[in-house]
């Protein structure tokens, strides 16, 4: 009977090696996290990186301020013009947003998850101050940031 009890061990202890040596090797080649951007918005302005890699991403946001704020990511195509800029003509390109939130109160905070391709992408804040009727995107509650 000894010889069947060490053939036993042996063939568990090789698929023990196997199943162990098999989780090694997945656990090294898991995918990357999505990247994580903070943005945090005040009256009337966005903080957050110049630039961040291609690839999934989750937004972290914050309201800092003491209005509400809503804004939108836009890609902007190849030879677009400054955000800001694009905002100020009379007549203004359309562009299709790629995600956005409803209007975030004071100290409200937030995530959103998108695919980002590398270029260049427009952060607008859509809300409208009561007091005169004017977008915070025109008091200058837009930038840009840049995928590589």
Known sequence: MRGP???????LSLALGVALT???AASTTLPKGPTRIALTMTEYSFAHPAAVPRGRAVIRFHNAGRVAH???LIPLPAGFPPIREQLRRPERAVVSPLAGVVDQPPDASGAMAVEL?????????YAVDRGDGQSHALKG????IRVR
């Open 141 to 144: 509650m837009a930038s840009e």
């Open 70 to 72: 809503r804004f939108v």
């Open 117 to 125: 391709l590398p270029g260049r992408y427009g952060l607008v804040c």
């Open 5 to 11: 009890v060490r053939l036993r061990t042996s063939v």
């Open 22 to 24: 098999s989780c090694h």
